[in-house]
């Protein structure tokens, strides 16, 4: 038993509570932090770091500043790169406040950033995902395009870059609109209910 275990939190991370940022010098390390901070405990979010603290990366992992000792150890026992942590988030913004959507009928296209994903609606096929030109793209196409949205992996499992992310929002908009648990439900795309 730990003498001083962690609280779980029930309101969302810096409600209450003033908040720093690790730095990064790799959008890849900023999304590991993101992880291995999530699956240590840590409430923790992805944000956009104020353009004087940017150095090669647009993201940073936001958390209470009082949790940044134990979560740069956790960090650290990783291996994930850390470049500093700056105990103020004064000029930092969401990584994509904006997530648009159009119905076309037939299809429903899905919007994060600069990253775009269409889905057949009655069966949930991903027929495209464009926008971005980070090296990570092509391969995301390749492993998203044909498949349904309720059978592949989240794109951010599967890519390493800011575009990546961008089209992890778009995949979760996706499935949040279609209602993946019905579609599975009813035997979308393979079967009948």
Request: with cysteine.
């Given at each position: 038993m730990?003498?001083?275990a962690r609280k779980d939190r029930k309101t969302a991370p810096g409600a209450d509570e003033a908040l720093g940022l690790f730095l990064f010098d790799a959008v890849n390390d900023a999304m590991s932090a993101e992880r291995v901070l999530?699956?240590?405990?840590?409430?923790?979010?992805l944000v956009?770091?104020?353009a004087h603290l940017r150095a090669g990366c647009d993201l940073s992992v936001a958390l209470p500043r009082v949790?940044?000792?134990g979560a740069e150890r956790e960090l650290i026992d990783a291996g994930v790169p850390l470049r500093e942590w700056v105990a103020d988030t004064e000029g930092t913004a969401?990584?994509?406040?904006?997530v648009?959507?159009?119905?076309?009928?037939?299809?429903?296209?899905?919007?994060?950033?600069?990253?775009?994903?269409?889905?057949?609606k009655e069966t949930g096929l991903i027929v495209n995902t464009s926008g971005?030109?980070?090296?990570?793209?092509?391969?995301?196409?390749?492993?998203?395009?044909?498949?349904?949205?309720?059978?592949?992996?989240?794109?951010?499992?599967l890519g390493y870059t800011l575009c990546g992310l961008m089209l992890d929002r778009a995949y979760q908009e996706v499935r949040a609109?279609?209602?993946v648990r019905e579609m599975t439900a009813v035997g979308v795309g393979g079967g009948t209910a």
């Open positions: 730990a003498l001083f999530k699956a240590a405990g840590y409430e923790v979010f956009a770091p104020p949790e940044h000792i969401e990584v994509c406040d904006l648009t959507s159009v119905d076309f009928g037939q299809w429903l296209m899905v919007r994060a950033g600069n990253m775009k994903i269409v889905v057949e971005g030109g980070c090296p990570d793209i092509p391969y995301l196409n390749l492993a998203l395009v044909g498949k349904r949205v309720d059978e592949v992996p989240r794109p951010k499992d609109q279609l209602d």
